[in-house]
């Protein structure tokens, strides 16, 4: 049954209806019929015995009548309409006798009141003829006969009447028993075929409620769930696209300041690259101060190598001078010492002898002083010479470090060129990344309008499965359990 | 006034009720009748038959005349005529309720009949003489 599809089921719920109402039709011609065979007993055999009952009555009165007006008004052809009237009795009599389907026991009335009627209109007959023969006063013998006539017609009415009733009541009762199995095949045919719908009924709600209540309800949350989860993640796309704009917005910002840092750079580096051929430039010509100025200073050291020469010469000179200063002292010692013996004439002599001394003193003072002059000129010179070696060592490095510099400022031009070419390139770069970040801006925005769209779609498509729900029997979301966007925090992306 | 009034309708109403020719026909009965007078309704159903006793209990039989000015004045207080009282009698022996009542040719027949039946009752003329019979008044 579960593997059966819809329509197979709905067919199988026809088909038991169809089988249900067949069978109580079945059922209803059975009866019908076996009710026919009772109406047919009844209508050949009780009904003609309830009529011919009823004939007998009316026969029998209309003789009591004829009998009644013969004594009465003493009329004879009355007592042959009487005897007419009890043959007619009898033979209706006769007939319920001789009536098949007619119950035993009302046969067996019959025929007893049958032969009863034959005698009593055999005695009335007689009797009442007497009577009516009789002028004024009847005799007393017809009066002893009439009086046990008149209480056997008395009693043969009431049993005529009985069997009437007998009869009546056979035909009445054997109706009433048609009546009734009528109606108990009509309230079994009613049964059957209510059995029969509630079961057709029952499978048909079983088949609606499994089959297709069931599937569109699970398909129904499903889709609920499906789309709940869609309402959130749309709204979470909105809140996620918006916060994707604000930051793209935010993104556009920067980028349009670092596009800006970006051309303060790129203006820095040209600046730095014109700055570095100028550094270039002022290098080539420090170096060539450099070179000049070492050329120079080896003239220096030339210089101060002829200025040593020329103080050694100079020393050599001062030596000279103090040897004379000293030959000179000797002499004026000599000169004192002569004019000490030379007494009084020697007296002035010594005077210039004393003076030519200090004269001496002095000059080897001087020349004394001067060599020492000359040795710290010397000196001095060759610390100078070391110095403008050392200078020219130091002009030698610096022109070596002004080429390196030179090289290395040439490169920071270079760099800087590359530099400020790639700083344009980043610019480039940049000002596509602007033009990205507006497109996802715009996109970002269009995701968000887009989810909020989509939001509402799924709002629509929960009310159409509410219509859905109710067309299948169900409460709706609001009335029910039922997941509702009312219950979820869109910005935390959870049900509540 | 008013009492007058009532006092002359009363009249008439037992003038109306009474039978016409009451003096015409004197009611005889045999001496075991205890009563001694007979309403006129009583004496109707004993001779149509529907009653056989008096409202004392005695136990009475109608006895007819055949012909006679006593007969015609009770017929015509009976309201019937001699062949519908013969009828009427007819049915009742018909139907089996009562026997045909006795009928007797003249008033003496009649004063005969109730002095020597025990219980008989009959309508002989007014002037005539019931000897052994008793002679009920009717009320």
């Given at each position: ?38 109406l ?12 011919q ?21 003493q009329?004879t ?5 009487a ?78 009447k ?15 028993s ?16 209510v ?27 499903g ?6 989860a ?11 696209g ?10 556009a910002a ?6 800006a ?44 190598d ?21 030959q ?25 002898a ?69 700083i ?22 269009d ?50 | ?17 009474s ?22 309704d ?62 007797c ?7 005969a ?27």
């Open positions: 049954m579960s593997r059966m599809n819809i329509t197979t089921k709905i067919w199988l719920c026809g088909l038991i209806f169809v089988v249900g109402f067949l069978f109580s039709t079945a059922l209803d011609q059975a009866r019908a019929l076996k009710r026919e065979d009772a047919d007993a009844t209508s050949s055999a009780l009904f003609p015995a309830a009529q009952s009823q004939t007998a009555v009316a026969a029998f009165q209309q003789a009591m009548k004829a009998f009644s007006d013969a004594v009465l008004v009329d052809t009355r007592l042959q309409a005897a007419e009237d009890g043959r007619l009795v009898a033979a209706a009599l006769h007939g319920i006798d001789a009536t098949a389907g007619v119950p035993a026991a009302r046969a067996k009335e019959a025929d007893n009141l049958h032969a009863e009627v034959e005698r009593f209109f055999t005695e009335a007959g007689a009797t009442y003829g007497a009577a009516v023969a009789t002028s004024t006063a009847m005799s007393d013998e017809v009066q002893a006969k009439m009086r046990p006539l008149a209480a056997q017609a008395t009693a043969i009415g009431i049993a005529l009985a069997l009437n009733d007998g009869c009546a009541a056979d035909l009445h009762a054997e109706l009433r048609v009546a009734e199995e009528s109606k108990r095949q009509r309230w079994l045919s009613l049964a059957v075929f059995v029969t719908l509630v079961i057709a009924g029952g499978l048909v709600h079983l088949t609606i409620t499994r089959g297709i209540s069931g599937p569109i309800l699970r398909v129904v949350e889709v609920q769930r499906a789309a709940l869609a309402a959130q993640a749309s709204d979470l796309m909105a809140a996620s918006q916060t994707v704009a604000a930051g793209a917005s935010d993104q920067s980028l349009e300041e670092t596009s840092s970006l051309e303060q750079l790129s203006a820095g580096s040209r600046e730095i690259a014109s700055r570095g051929r100028e550094a270039d430039a002022q290098m080539l010509a420090a170096s060539r101060v450099a070179t000049r100025a070492t050329e120079t200073m080896t003239a220096v050291r030339h210089s101060m002829q200025v040593a020469t020329s103080a050694k010469h100079v020393a050599a000179v001062l030596t000279n001078i103090d040897g004379i200063a000293f000179t002292n000797i002499l004026a010692l000599n000169a004192a010492v002569e004019a000490a013996r030379a007494g009084a004439a020697g007296a002035g002599f010594s005077v210039v004393d003076e030519v001394r200090s004269l001496a003193h002095r000059s080897a003072d001087a020349a004394r002083n001067s060599a020492a002059i000359i040795d710290k000129t010397i000196e001095d010179v060759a610390r100078g010479v070391e110095l403008v070696g050392d200078a020219s060592k130091a002009f030698a490095e610096v022109l070596t470090t002004i080429a390196a510099n030179g090289k290395v400022v040439a490169t920071m031009a270079t760099s800087s060129v590359e530099h400020v070419r790639g344009s390139h980043i610019n480039d770069a940049v000002a596509q990344i602007q033009r990205v970040t507006q497109s996802n801006t715009q996109h970002a925005q995701t968000a309008d887009a989810a909020a769209e989509m939001r509402e779609q799924m709002q629509t498509t929960l009310a159409h499965l509410d219509v859905l729900l109710a067309a299948v029997g169900q409460r709706t979301r609001s009335a029910g359990t039922a997941p509702s966007l009312r219950g979820v925090d869109y910005a935390a992306g959870t049900a509540a | 006034m008013r009492r007058a009034l009532l006092a002359t309708i009363a009249t008439l109403g037992l003038a109306a009720a039978p016409a020719s009451a003096a015409d026909f004197k009611i005889v009965a045999h001496p075991s009748v205890k009563a001694s007078d007979i309403s006129f009583d004496l109707k159903s004993v001779f149509l038959g529907t009653r056989t006793s008096l409202p004392d209990g005695s136990q009475v039989e109608p006895v007819l005349a055949k012909a006679g000015a006593a007969h015609g004045a009770f017929l015509k207080d009976l309201g019937k005529t001699d062949a519908g009282l013969s009828t009427y009698y007819r049915s009742l022996v018909f139907t089996g309720k009562a026997a045909m009542p006795k009928v040719g003249s008033d003496a027949e009649v004063i009949y109730v002095a020597r039946t025990k219980g008989a009752i009959g309508y002989v003329s007014a002037e005539a003489r019931a000897p052994g019979t008793k002679t009920l008044g009717l009320k």
